[in-house]
């Protein structure tokens, strides 16, 4: 079985400031890995995604992630942090190893609340 | 580009009724989705759709159905509501369930509320 795990509820950043949300994911063939943001009311969007190749993959609105394989992790990164950032951030995966759509299914984690103040 | 749209935004509902929410997407896409998103953990696969034609179990199916309409449309129903299905429901899209890496597409959600 697939999981992931977002280990803080809320991450607190001071615009200007380099933001790091955490993601740790578990899968037992090679990961896809995403990052989504969901503003209020709103669904999710697609900021990022990871499949293969450099571990450094740069998304959306000056996002970027880095992917480490022998951590299982896959951490969402911005150098600067804007005040327009603050949003719920979910990181997604899903077992790259299996190929049919049967049960080969996105799992979620339970989305990180980013706070960027002033 | 409107996406996926779903209907409706908000609805309030007594314990037992029933209803329908629908979702409609004009990107062509051939798999569609149904979560449920509740406070704390993340969002759950109900319903998904990988072409038309076919609907499959996701992680908490019960209490619900679901109808893959044509290619665009795929509807959600509750026969009975319960107060443990208030949540805010999302629909998603994606070129096909193939096994790649192709990102979901989200509607804006419908906050439902069971009384």
């Known amino acids: 079985a697939q999981s992931v795990a977002q280990p803080e509820d809320q991450v607190n950043v001071a615009e200007g400031n380099p933001l790091t949300v955490k993601c740790t994911y578990s899968?037992?063939?090679?990961?896809?890995l995403f990052w989504y943001v969901q503003y209020p009311n709103r669904g999710l969007q697609f900021l990022l995604k990871?499949?293969?190749?450099?571990?450094l993959v740069k998304g959306s609105y000056g996002f970027e992630a880095e992917f480490n394989k022998s951590q299982t992790s896959f951490h969402l990164k911005k150098p600067s942090a804007l005040v327009s950032d603050s949003a719920l951030y979910f990181c997604a995966v899903r077992d790259g190893g299996v190929l049919t759509g049967g049960g080969n299914k996105l799992t979620f984690g339970t989305g990180t609340q980013l706070k960027v103040e002033l | 580009n409107a996406g996926v749209t779903q209907t409706p935004k908000f609805q309030v509902l007594k314990t037992g009724q029933s209803m329908t929410l629908q979702c409609a997407q004009d990107?062509?896409?051939?798999?569609m989705y149904w979560y449920r998103q509740d406070p704390g953990m993340g969002l759950r696969l109900i319903y998904y759709?990988?072409?038309?034609?076919?609907?499959d179990k996701g992680e908490v199916p019960n209490g619900y159905n679901v109808s893959r309409l044509n290619k665009r449309e795929f509807s959600l129903r509750l026969e009975s509501a319960a107060p443990s299905q208030t949540s805010v429901y999302f629909c998603?899209?994606?070129?096909?369930?193939?096994?790649?890496?192709?990102?979901?597409?989200f509607g804006d959600g419908t906050r439902l509320s069971i009384l």
């Open positions: 759709s990988a072409s038309e034609g076919t609907t």
């Open positions: 899968v037992s063939g090679n990961p896809y």
């Open positions: 998603a899209s994606k070129l096909r369930e193939d096994g790649s890496n192709q990102p979901q597409h």
């Open positions: 990871y499949i293969t190749g450099d571990n």
């Open positions: 990107m062509n896409h051939n798999s």
